[in-house]
């Protein structure tokens, strides 16, 4: 048989002092003084002693572990939804580095964002792809439960929050597309129920009011639902052609790379004729021809920063009140699916009743050409 494991006592015994105060270090308490501290990690380093992790929950009353929350919605929009990844991601970092596990907790409709934390089976949680008016959230703060927003909630000035300026990257991508010449831009896209569609929406407007551009409701396109179809991209193309739209923002970059190849499909140049803007900077966006001018989304971050806040939460090292908010900027990435609006390019006309089929399992309009 092998060496039985150290115990705090052996620790206690090479550091010449209590028990209680080898705790007391473990714990991070403040009433050890530094001499005894340095002696004390020393001798757990030198036996390599991890006290027992149900030990300590037991001590605490914690579980050092980290809840990351998120609605169950459709098993779909987890695989695609690349920022959602990338929060995870970052959260699990932020865990590993402070000796937390984390988590992950989906609800069914109606049930308790509190659960985990109820059952004792988390210390506190990271709220994630939350809609604006999520009605659990009141829950959350009338609780006191230590909890982090990841994006936008009417609520969010009564809990920490993360977020990424939607905002000022829409404003940006509108500012871009108006330096290039482009004074007829579009804004496609979907998310209407969550802080990060309204953000990138009111950005978008925004950036046109800043630039002298006109705006109508014609140059905005909204779609329910998750999944971007063929069906929706014909739709919203046939939309903005007939608003002269020369350069369309995208919500995400999902939906900017489906415009792309409809917009090819329908017979457009893309950025000749077409320029398009998309949101996330995914690994497709940099593969596709033409590369796909984006915006890369701090999500690694969003998620360090929420998990590290909701762990000063957990150990009392941040105020609750007034709740710590810390917004992220995203980096534009310039490529190849914008350009200056061509006068005299050929446009695709497409013609309101004659369809055929693509070969892609659903119909297209038929088109002629013109030139402009």
Not at 147 to 174: I, K, N, S
Not at 240 to 257: C, E, G, P, Y
Request: charged share 20%; aromatic share 6%.
């Amino acid at each position: 048989m092998g060496a039985s494991s150290p115990t705090i006592a052996d620790v206690a015994r090479l550091a010449g002092v209590s028990r209680a105060t080898v705790s007391r270090v473990m714990n991070n308490s403040a009433r050890v003084r530094a001499p005894l501290r340095k002696r004390v990690k020393r001798a757990i380093s030198q036996l390599r002693y991890y006290p027992s992790h149900g030990a300590v929950t037991l001590s605490r009353r914690q579980s050092r572990t980290l809840g990351l929350v998120a609605p169950d919605i459709p098993a779909q929009l987890f695989s695609s939804h690349f920022t959602f990844a990338q929060v995870v991601q970052g959260v699990a970092s932020t865990a590993r580095d402070n000796d937390y596990s984390v988590l992950l907790h989906t609800c069914k409709p109606g049930s308790s964002y509190l659960l985990p934390w109820r059952r004792q089976q988390v210390d506190g949680i990271v709220l994630t792809l939350l809609k604006t008016t999520d009605p659990s959230v009141a829950e959350v703060v009338e609780a006191k439960c230590p909890a982090v927003l990841v994006g936008g909630h009417d609520m969010d000035r009564l809990l920490p929050r993360v977020y990424a300026d939607m905002f000022g990257a829409a404003v940006t991508t509108v500012e871009y597309l108006a330096s290039l010449g482009h004074r007829r831009v579009g804004y496609a896209g979907g998310w209407a129920d969550y802080s990060s569609g309204q953000q990138r929406l009111a950005g978008f407007r925004e950036g046109l009011g800043r630039c002298g551009l006109p705006f109508s409701s014609d140059l905005v396109s909204i779609f329910e639902g998750e999944d971007v179809s063929p069906e929706i991209t014909t739709s919203i193309l046939n939309g903005f052609m007939k608003a002269s739209v020369t350069a369309i923002v995208a919500i995400n970059d999902f939906l900017a790379l489906a415009l792309i190849r409809e917009a090819q499909e329908m017979g457009f140049l893309v950025p000749e004729d077409l320029s398009i803007v998309g949101m996330d900077d995914i690994e497709a966006a940099q593969l596709v021809r033409p590369a796909l001018t984006t915006f890369r989304m701090p999500g690694s971050r969003l998620g360090e920063r929420a998990g590290q806040l909701v762990i000063d939460l957990i150990e009392r090292r941040e105020s609750p009140a007034p709740p710590p908010s810390c917004c992220l900027s995203l980096e534009m990435i310039v490529r190849e699916s914008c350009a200056p609006p061509s006068k005299g390019r050929s446009k695709a006309v497409v013609l309101p009743h004659a369809l055929e089929g693509n070969g892609h399992g659903h119909r297209k309009p038929a088109l002629a050409s013109r030139q402009q």
